[in-house]
């Protein structure tokens, strides 16, 4: 369907009509009076014309302008083109993702899809990239923790996001402790702002709280 943004900038279509309706503008000038024109004109050869002369464009000039103002009336509406409506389906669920940081997520002893080991905080990521690819619909966000809890990304659409947030995280970024009673009390605090009907943590760490100021 065809819209206009200003549809009201298309009443500049009948300014040209406005302008050819209104009475024309004279300007008078002094003029020479010789008694003997006629001899002056034949003594230098000289063609006399009308005193005033209207130039009229060309009948293709005259459908070029028409054509260029009618265009640029027209791109002044700012027409859009909107289509069919699409429904797009939401679960309603927003889900607070906190990953452990200490120092104790570098133990290599996970196994990658290619049966190497690897460290803890590279198995989470894999389990996470395949868990962002299955939430369509979903709000998720992101919390980093060590010694200290923080909050990475508010809940978001924006899964590409997170996925970057993801990929730079490493171990000891936030401290080498586990304050897990922080990481849910970030999560807690931040769910209080949210309207979902749903709201889930899923919290992924390997060890005991050791250096939260909220006790569990």
Same mark, same amino acid.
């Given at each position: 369907?065809?819209?206009?943004?200003?549809?009201?900038?298309?009443?500049?279509?009948?300014?040209?009509?406005?302008?050819?309706?209104?009475?024309?503008?004279?300007?008078?000038?002094?003029?020479?009076?010789?008694?003997?024109f006629?001899?002056?004109?034949?003594?230098?050869?000289?063609?006399?014309?009308?005193?005033?002369?209207?130039?009229?464009?060309?009948?293709?000039?005259?459908?070029?302008?028409? $054509?260029?103002?009618?265009?640029? &009336?027209i791109? #002044?509406?700012?027409?859009?083109? /909107? *289509? @069919?409506?699409?429904? %797009?389906?939401?679960?309603?669920?927003?889900?607070?993702?906190?990953?452990?940081?200490?120092?104790?997520?570098?133990?290599?002893?996970?196994?990658?899809?290619?049966?190497?080991?690897?460290?803890?905080?590279?198995?989470?990521?894999?389990?996470?990239?395949?868990?962002?690819?299955?939430?369509?619909?979903?709000?998720?966000?992101?919390?980093?923790?060590?010694?200290?809890?923080?909050?990475?990304?508010?809940?978001?659409?924006?899964?590409?996001?997170?996925?970057? $947030?993801?990929?730079?995280?490493? &171990?000891?970024? #936030?401290?080498?402790?586990?304050? /897990? *009673? @922080?990481?849910?009390? %970030?999560?807690?605090?931040?769910?209080e702002?949210?309207?979902?009907?749903?709201?889930?943590?899923?919290?992924?760490?390997?060890?005991?709280?050791?250096?939260?100021?909220?006790?569990?």
């Amino acid at each position: 369907m065809l819209t206009f943004s200003y549809p009201w900038f298309g009443l500049l279509i009948l300014l040209p009509l406005v302008m050819f309706l209104s009475p024309k503008h004279l300007t008078r000038h002094t003029a020479l009076r010789f008694s003997h024109f006629d001899k002056l004109v034949k003594v230098t050869g000289t063609k006399p014309t009308s005193g005033a002369v209207v130039i009229s464009p060309l009948w293709w000039q005259r459908i070029l302008i028409t $054509l260029t103002y009618l265009s640029l &009336v027209i791109a #002044a509406t700012k027409p859009v083109w /909107l *289509g @069919d409506p699409v429904a %797009v389906e939401k679960s309603g669920r927003e889900m607070m993702v906190a990953v452990d940081l200490s120092g104790s997520m570098e133990a290599r002893d996970f196994v990658d899809p290619d049966g190497i080991n690897v460290r803890r905080v590279d198995g989470v990521k894999i389990l996470l990239e395949d868990f962002l690819a299955q939430r369509e619909g979903d709000r998720i966000g992101l919390i980093a923790f060590g010694d200290d809890a923080y909050l990475q990304a508010p809940f978001t659409e924006d899964f590409s996001t997170i996925a970057q $947030l993801l990929s730079e995280m490493d &171990v000891r970024m #936030a401290g080498a402790g586990t304050a /897990l *009673g @922080d990481a849910i009390g %970030v999560a807690v605090n931040h769910f209080e702002h949210s309207d979902a009907n749903n709201k889930v943590l899923l919290l992924l760490t390997d060890g005991r709280d050791t250096t939260s100021n909220i006790p569990l």
